[in-house]
């Protein structure tokens, strides 16, 4: 699976709209772009995906270049509770078994 | 429609105590996992089921043994408990493996070996 590159932290104020970029430059054709979230002491809550065209539901939009080597996932009206842990995952079905890689992610601080 | 539980939520073993802890998922999902998150990390697959029994080795499955006998349910066994195997542990189930697969998280067990 392709590495990912995201930003440690990020900062945004409540009711504008977090964009968190993701690089991926070595992704390779039958890779999707995942992205998962982390609030404090739960389990990863899936957000949204996609492989080139943009995507957009009730969570979120995420927008992927066309080279597909980078991608940012927008929380359209940032809320408090959008605080968490954001991460970028490229991945691909393996013949053997799936696993979800998760990098360290990007810590999100919606700021009152 | 409760998604994905674990049992328990958190527990304290002495080193050399064996436990195991449970997944249960409603939503008919075929695939579960059992991952361990250790801070730096990221999650690390232990084990994971592609159906009702059977199941698999993941990245890092010493010390930990699992059983899948039915749907809706897998369990993950600590056979003899090490300092090593403190950690938040989180089930997780999909309904296939294909490359649209998501995968849904259970809360976490938090394990505390002395």
């Known amino acids: 699976d392709a590495k990912t590159t995201q930003p440690p932290s990020m900062d945004c104020a409540e009711g504008r709209a977090a964009n968190l970029p993701c690089n991926h430059s070595?992704?390779?054709?039958?890779?999707?772009v995942y992205w998962y979230r982390q609030i404090h002491s739960q389990g990863p809550q899936y957000i949204i995906h996609g492989l080139k065209n943009n995507e957009t539901n009730e969570m979120a939009s995420l927008i992927i270049t066309e080279d597909r080597k980078s991608s940012t996932l927008i929380l359209p009206h940032a809320t408090l509770r959008d605080t968490a842990v954001y991460y970028c995952?490229?991945?691909?079905?393996?013949?053997?078994?799936?696993?979800?890689?998760f990098g360290p992610g990007t810590s999100l601080s919606v700021i009152p | 429609n409760a998604g994905v539980t674990q049992t328990p939520k958190f527990r304290v073993l002495k080193t050399g105590q064996s436990m195991t802890l449970l997944c249960a998922q409603d939503m008919n999902h075929e695939y579960m996992y059992w991952y361990r998150q250790d801070p730096g990390m990221g999650l690390r697959l232990i084990h994971y089921s592609v159906g009702e029994g059977t199941t698999a080795k993941g990245e890092v499955p010493d010390g930990y043994n699992v059983s899948r006998l039915k749907k809706q349910n897998f369990l993950l066994g600590l056979e003899s408990a090490a300092p090593s195997q403190t950690s938040v542990y989180f089930c997780?189930?999909?309904?296939?493996?294909?490359?649209?697969?998501?995968?849904?998280f259970g809360p976490g067990t938090r394990l505390l070996v002395l």
């Open positions: 995952i490229v991945r691909v079905a393996k013949t053997s078994y799936d696993k979800v890689i």
């Open positions: 070595t992704i390779s054709g039958n890779e999707y």
């Open positions: 997780a189930s999909s309904y296939a493996r294909g490359l649209q697969e998501t995968q849904y």
